[in-house]
């Protein structure tokens, strides 16, 4: 009977013996593989953090301790542990979720997938245990990516204040966040890593002294008094301890005993503690582990034997923005890049092979990236910043007050932007379009097909005066979407065909193909539609207004959240420009949605054509004094 199925809960791992743990690890590893070649997910973290979970389990007594997960792509080791062991619908409807998850299991904390929070999160619960005098103990694991995060060291300033609040920080060393680690604390691990310990450097140096006569065992105690200095020199972990901080380590994040016996002094220490552990992104896995890019960091659907994808589904949105920046590159010097730790996710590799010299990855870092790149754009270049949108939240500020107020030239792109499906609710990129909204000047574009991205990605880096942004989807682009004509700055998508249109349908970036087909299905109850691409939300063009007024309703469709997006915006203009015609917008309700694909997500809250359909037949019904037709299109979508 495997010794997998025999573990419900932390404590079931306490009956079992050294021999029988690592058994359990390489269980748990076939497990995984088996399980995530088959539905996608994060692979190579996980295989890394098997032996770590297990002692961690051990040691602590989870859920009254609090084990904390950094991003938590790497909790499937635990959510296996914790009673969890059904990963057939892993990041799927109904199924577990790719990151720890309070609805799931009462051993799960933080659910956001957003790196370098977990020290703050367990800098807070260690002082609400010392407030209600609780004994509980908080452990935070992070991985060495995640400390190259401003929030981690103004997380350790304050935990490193309090020598007397128990609090134990779990360092998961790998050497990578999702690619190789870069920077001057990877670098700093790096030593730690590579250099013999002070603890075996003095016990060796003992040995020897206390052979010397008379003067041995003086010069011995004189070196043991100058622990600090030597240790710098030794071990530099010096950094950590002069926070204030107890440093463990470097310990094999491998060997079980070894981790049990570090995590058990940590945890008896009554003050806050690092332990070191240096682990191997993949392990186990050779496919995983012959993957230099990021040791399969994320995975679709693999064969399990040679890690080869099942399918290839074409084109993606990245891939084409990445092809461009390389010919962009080549046309023009001044263009550099910036990546926050993810150049292979956010397609910047093809550019950095190109061209080595002018990319800059500055780790888990948005704010600093985006005021770096003020300051390339004020030295006279032209940076253009790649991040996911979920990610571009935690900028805001330097967009605002670094960027725009300074009117720096200074290109973001925004990857996964809107409904993301799988990764769940942190990975939404869905309020990239209204939090950008009140940025005076910044200039905002939604490219609608592959052409889109070439031709607006090269009219943002045009502008060197002010913030640009083009955001696009995650996955697949599908086929160009023609336009038929051009008003103002705007893409004629379909043509109503009469004088006296009934709707104007404003589609935003790629929803513009069901935007055509809400159209099509309008046309079958009689109603008339012209359908427009903007390609510029921001600002409004001003041909809308005037284009709004021909128009009975106007309908705005977008991919992300209806407060304060898009259609808010043009509702604004219209408003402004004194046109008083029905507008009914379309996107994504207020709320942090759950885990599925794209499809299903956007079926959930509505965001289909025949959905859409229905209601505007129900407006334009209205306005008639009629109400018969509102259910038709549904009837239609179904034939």
């Not at 001057?184 to 075996?200: C, I, K, P, S, V």
């Not at 103002?488 to 970036?509: F, H, I, Q, W, Y």
């Amino acid at each position: 009977m495997p010794l997998l199925t025999r573990i419900g809960g932390p404590r079931d791992l306490d009956r079992l013996s050294l021999e029988e743990l690592q058994e359990l690890a390489g269980e748990i590893r076939t497990f995984l593989v088996d399980a995530v070649s088959k539905t996608g997910g994060h692979l190579g973290p996980n295989l890394g953090v098997v032996e770590l979970t297990l002692a961690l389990h051990r040691v602590f007594e989870s859920p009254r301790d609090k084990v904390l997960w950094d991003t938590g792509h790497q909790s499937y080791v635990h959510k296996l542990l914790t009673g969890r062991q059904d990963f057939s619908r892993l990041k799927m409807k109904g199924g577990l979720s790719g990151y720890p998850s309070q609805a799931e299991s009462e051993h799960d904390v933080i659910e956001n997938s957003h790196a370098s929070t977990v020290l703050g999160w367990a800098d807070g619960i260690a002082k609400a245990n010392q407030v209600l005098n609780r004994d509980d103990h908080v452990v935070a694991v992070i991985g060495d990516g995640a400390l190259t995060g401003g929030m981690a060291w103004e997380a350790l300033n304050n935990i490193a204040a309090a020598k007397d609040r128990p609090l134990v920080i779990v360092v998961n060393d790998n050497e990578r966040s999702y690619a190789p680690t870069i920077g001057g604390l990877a670098n700093h691990l790096a030593t730690l890593r590579t250099t013999d310990g002070y603890e075996r450097f003095l016990a060796r140096t003992k040995e020897v002294l206390e052979r010397t006569p008379v003067v041995g065992r003086p010069l011995y105690d004189t070196l043991h008094g100058a622990k600090k200095g030597l240790k710098d020199f030794i071990a530099p972990q010096g950094m950590f301890e002069d926070l204030g901080l107890k440093y463990v380590g470097p310990i094999d994040g491998h060997d079980i005993e070894a981790l049990e016996s570090a995590l058990t002094r940590a945890k008896r220490f009554g003050g806050p503690v690092i332990v070191h552990c240096l682990t191997e992104k993949g392990r186990g896995y050779q496919p995983a582990l012959a993957d230099e890019a990021d040791r399969f960091h994320a995975v679709g659907k693999i064969h399990p034997d040679t890690g080869l994808p099942i399918s290839t589904s074409g084109a993606d949105w990245t891939s084409v923005f990445g092809e461009e920046m390389v010919r962009l590159g080549e046309e023009r010097p001044d263009i550099v890049a910036i990546t926050a730790a993810m150049l292979q996710p956010v397609g910047l590799d093809r550019f950095a092979k190109r061209f080595p010299d002018r990319v800059y990855d500055v780790g888990i870092a948005e704010q600093h990236g985006a005021v770096s790149a003020a300051g390339l754009a004020h030295g006279g270049l032209h940076p253009v910043f790649a991040v996911y949108a979920t990610f571009l939240n935690r900028a805001f500020d330097q967009v605002l007050m670094d960027v725009a107020l300074h009117k720096c030239g200074v290109t973001f792109v925004l990857d996964r932007a809107g409904i993301t499906g799988t990764d769940g609710a942190s990975h939404n990129g869905m309020w990239d379009m209204s939090i950008l909204q009140v940025v005076p000047g910044l200039r905002l574009a939604a490219p609608r097909d592959a052409d889109q991205v070439r031709a607006q990605l090269r009219e943002a880096v045009a502008v060197d005066d002010a913030p640009t942004v083009v955001r696009f989807s995650k996955g697949a682009v599908g086929p160009a979407v023609p336009a038929v004509g051009r008003v103002g700055g705007m893409d004629v998508l379909r043509e109503a065909g009469t004088d006296r249109p009934d709707v104007l349908l404003v589609s935003v970036g790629a929803l513009a193909p069901m935007c055509l087909e809400v159209a099509g299905l309008l046309e079958r109850q009689g109603i008339s539609t012209t359908v427009v691409d903007p390609r510029w939300v921001k600002p409004v063009d001003e041909a809308l207004a005037p284009l709004a007024e021909r128009h009975r309703v106007v309908v705005t469709v977008e991919d992300n959240s209806r407060v304060g997006g898009v259609g808010s915006a043009i509702a604004q203009a219209l408003r402004d420009a004194g046109v008083d015609v029905p507008l009914r917008d379309f996107g994504i309700p207020p709320r942090f949605l759950d885990h599925a694909s794209r499809a299903e997500v956007l079926a959930e809250i509505g965001l289909t054509a025949p959905d859409i359909a229905r209601q505007v037949t129900g407006l334009v019904a209205k306005l008639d004094g009629r109400y018969d037709r509102a259910a038709a299109p549904v009837e239609a979508a179904r034939d």
